[in-house]
């Protein structure tokens, strides 16, 4: 890892450096809330920004540094009754762009990111009228490709998954309980609060969910959910990642719905080399002191290196570079993070 | 009409246009469209997706809060300025 970039509630900024040794720069886009970072196929960078007063924007740039705004960001159409609130991911499938956003919903763009199109299979999908906000508001963030098959994660609505370039759309739920119901309730087919979505990089169709509920995974596709979280303090929390080489998973479990910070402020990463069977805290290096903060959906990354981090709404970001042997807080303190992204 | 308009820096920095524009119209949202023409990325900072100005920004006509109908003389002074709110 040398360079990380950094989204707050009060610009982005970029991390340089390696090991003990990194430098700041930033504010990027002083004063915007910088949401989502993503790559563009011509390998340009892309943030996402928003503000409670301009509305949301998308910034491109060849080198982190000089940016420029695209002019037609995704938008929902006059009439339609929704507002775009924040762009919540970006996701280079190899050939098409894919955001998801807040009023949820997916855009498609094929010509780097200038121009959108909504995707009406899913954002007008037949239980749309039933869909409900999360705490962090109706919101499309999470999107994986592969085997043919695209999964979209909808707080609080579900795992969505289309078999056919994502012109229809079926939801993808059993075996997760909904938010806010029983167990052993009967099983409404949206209404399900996911957290986060990794896929295995030989086999798509495996995939780890960090819900609202809990910490589950399926190996069909999605057909079917089963939850995994022996060993964790909890099972509420944001963060899923699966490193592409070895497998190991990696979350980061807080206390509840309730409160959102770990368990007596013992903030960890648990990691599981079993595919979920089993977790244990990952490594050494944390602190002895209570750490009362929280993690967001979009503020982790790691790489296949064996990098990862993640930035807490207490604006410090835990950093490990060996897959979560070893970690290191680093000194800076930015706003709450609400996006990570390794770049190098 | 030819008017002046002021943009917040906030938007202008960010947006990498100009804070102070000179644009033609007879109505507030006539300026705008002028506004937009130059500035087309600045379409969906200022109005939401009905076409309305931002809940959150006020747009001033020589000093006076206007609307999009809002009519403007020439070399109005029109101002947007954004809800000062926020931690």
Same mark, same amino acid.
């Given at each position: 890892m040398k360079r990380i970039a950094v989204g707050t509630e009060k610009g982005a900024y970029l991390l340089k450096g390696s090991d003990s040794s990194w430098t700041v720069e930033g504010p %990027? +886009? $002083? @004063?915007w809330k910088v949401t989502a970072f993503g790559r563009a196929r011509d390998g340009s960078h892309l943030a996402a920004v928003g503000s409670n007063w301009f509305g949301i924007g998308i910034h491109r740039s060849s080198d982190f540094e000089e940016w420029v705004e695209t002019e037609t960001p995704p938008a929902w159409p006059? @009439?339609?009754?929704?507002?775009?609130?924040? %762009?919540w991911a970006f996701h280079d499938d190899g050939e098409r762009l894919w955001a998801g956003v807040a009023d949820a919903g997916l855009f498609v763009s094929d010509d780097g990111a200038a121009t959108w199109a909504p995707v009406p299979g899913l954002n007008e999908h037949r239980t749309r009228d039933d869909w409900g906000p999360g705490f962090g508001g109706l919101c499309a963030h999470r999107i994986l490709t592969g085997a043919d098959r695209i999964w979209v994660g909808i707080s609080a609505v579900g795992c969505f998954r289309s078999d056919d370039g994502g012109v229809t759309w079926e939801a993808k739920n059993e075996g997760v309980p909904p938010v /806010? =119901? *029983?167990? /052993? *309730?009967e099983r409404p087919e949206v209404g399900y609060c996911i957290h986060g979505l990794a896929h295995d *990089? %030989? /086999? $798509?169709?495996?995939i780890w969910r960090q819900d609202h509920r809990g910490v589950f995974r399926t190996s069909d596709g999605g057909d079917t959910w089963t939850r995994i979280e022996d060993g964790? $303090? *909890? @099972? +509420?929390g944001f963060v899923i990642w699966r490193h $592409?080489? =070895?497998g190991r998973l990696l979350t980061v479990p807080l206390h509840s719905d309730g409160s959102r910070v770990p368990v007596d402020g013992r903030l960890r990463a648990y990691v599981s080399d079993d595919d979920g069977d089993s977790w244990q805290v990952a490594g050494t290096g944390w602190s002895d002191s209570p750490q009362f903060t929280g993690v967001l959906r979009g503020a982790f990354g790691g790489d296949e290196s064996g990098g990862f981090c993640f930035g807490t709404t207490g604006g410090k970001i835990w950093l490990t570079a060996d897959t979560g042997e070893t970690w290191r807080e680093l000194k800076p303190a930015f706003p709450r993070i609400a996006a990570i992204r390794i770049l190098e | 009409m030819t008017v002046r308009v002021r943009l917040p820096r906030v938007l202008t920095d960010t947006a990498a246009v100009a804070p102070r524009h000179e644009v033609a119209g007879d109505t507030l949202g006539e300026v705008l469209d002028s506004l937009f023409a130059d500035a087309p990325g600045l379409r969906h900072h200022l109005l939401d997706e009905e076409g309305r100005?931002?809940?959150?920004l006020l747009v001033f006509v020589d000093s006076v809060r206007a609307d999009i109908d809002t009519p403007v003389r020439q070399d109005a002074e029109i101002q947007v300025l954004q809800a000062v709110s926020g931690g």
């Amino acid at each position: 890892m040398k360079r990380i970039a950094v989204g707050t509630e009060k610009g982005a900024y970029l991390l340089k450096g390696s090991d003990s040794s990194w430098t700041v720069e930033g504010p %990027i +886009f $002083p @004063g915007w809330k910088v949401t989502a970072f993503g790559r563009a196929r011509d390998g340009s960078h892309l943030a996402a920004v928003g503000s409670n007063w301009f509305g949301i924007g998308i910034h491109r740039s060849s080198d982190f540094e000089e940016w420029v705004e695209t002019e037609t960001p995704p938008a929902w159409p006059e @009439g339609s009754g929704r507002k775009m609130e924040q %762009i919540w991911a970006f996701h280079d499938d190899g050939e098409r762009l894919w955001a998801g956003v807040a009023d949820a919903g997916l855009f498609v763009s094929d010509d780097g990111a200038a121009t959108w199109a909504p995707v009406p299979g899913l954002n007008e999908h037949r239980t749309r009228d039933d869909w409900g906000p999360g705490f962090g508001g109706l919101c499309a963030h999470r999107i994986l490709t592969g085997a043919d098959r695209i999964w979209v994660g909808i707080s609080a609505v579900g795992c969505f998954r289309s078999d056919d370039g994502g012109v229809t759309w079926e939801a993808k739920n059993e075996g997760v309980p909904p938010v /806010d =119901t *029983a167990e /052993d *309730a009967e099983r409404p087919e949206v209404g399900y609060c996911i957290h986060g979505l990794a896929h295995d *990089a %030989i /086999d $798509p169709n495996r995939i780890w969910r960090q819900d609202h509920r809990g910490v589950f995974r399926t190996s069909d596709g999605g057909d079917t959910w089963t939850r995994i979280e022996d060993g964790l $303090p *909890a @099972g +509420f929390g944001f963060v899923i990642w699966r490193h $592409p080489g =070895t497998g190991r998973l990696l979350t980061v479990p807080l206390h509840s719905d309730g409160s959102r910070v770990p368990v007596d402020g013992r903030l960890r990463a648990y990691v599981s080399d079993d595919d979920g069977d089993s977790w244990q805290v990952a490594g050494t290096g944390w602190s002895d002191s209570p750490q009362f903060t929280g993690v967001l959906r979009g503020a982790f990354g790691g790489d296949e290196s064996g990098g990862f981090c993640f930035g807490t709404t207490g604006g410090k970001i835990w950093l490990t570079a060996d897959t979560g042997e070893t970690w290191r807080e680093l000194k800076p303190a930015f706003p709450r993070i609400a996006a990570i992204r390794i770049l190098e | 009409m030819t008017v002046r308009v002021r943009l917040p820096r906030v938007l202008t920095d960010t947006a990498a246009v100009a804070p102070r524009h000179e644009v033609a119209g007879d109505t507030l949202g006539e300026v705008l469209d002028s506004l937009f023409a130059d500035a087309p990325g600045l379409r969906h900072h200022l109005l939401d997706e009905e076409g309305r100005i931002r809940p959150h920004l006020l747009v001033f006509v020589d000093s006076v809060r206007a609307d999009i109908d809002t009519p403007v003389r020439q070399d109005a002074e029109i101002q947007v300025l954004q809800a000062v709110s926020g931690g």
